[in-house]
């Protein structure tokens, strides 16, 4: 019998399968960076609210109390709604990334975005939950 060379290279097998894994980790921490942005980025308007109050509080003097609560409420309402509109905007990119993700055939990050923005929808509503039935 002949014996046929083969024209394949040699391939390593450990180098690919490191390099997959090294890969499909990397994805997953980017994927739990970007489903976190809600969150993150509702502290960061809490915050940046937080910082007129006190300025309010601290140059409006004591004997103008109704302007003093005037202004609180115009802050804090525009701080509810920038914190609205934010996090609408934020989840939306959350899910069209992990969209395209699924349709790339990450499915295991895709998931793992999924659970994680689960996770900070929960985050959001526990203290609507705390106030109802802790009243």
């Keep these: 019998m002949k014996r046929i ?15 997959v894994g090294n890969e499909d980790l990397g994805s997953i ?3 739990l960076f970007i489903a976190m942005a809600p969150l993150y980025l509702l502290v960061m308007i809490g915050a940046i609210v937080l910082a007129p109050v006190m300025l309010d509080r601290h140059f409006i003097s ?3 109390f109704l302007l003093q609560q005037k202004i609180f409420i115009f802050i804090m ?8 509109i934010v996090y609408a905007i ?3 990119y959350v899910l069209k990334k992990i969209g395209e993700m ?3 055939g990450h499915t295991r990050q895709a998931n793992v975005g999924l659970l994680v923005l689960a996770m ?9 939950i705390l106030a109802i039935y802790f009243h």
Aim: aromatic share 4%; hydrophobic share 50%; charged share 15%.
């Design 29 to 31: 921490w980017y994927i």
């Design 62 to 64: 004591l004997t103008n």
């Design 102 to 104: 699924r349709q790339n």
């Design 120 to 128: 900070v929808a929960s985050i959001m509503i526990l203290p609507v």
């Design 90 to 92: 934020s989840v939306r």
């Design 5 to 19: 060379k083969s024209e394949h290279k040699s391939i390593n097998t450990t180098e690919l399968i490191a390099d």
């Design 77 to 84: 309402i525009l701080g509810v709604i920038s914190a609205i």
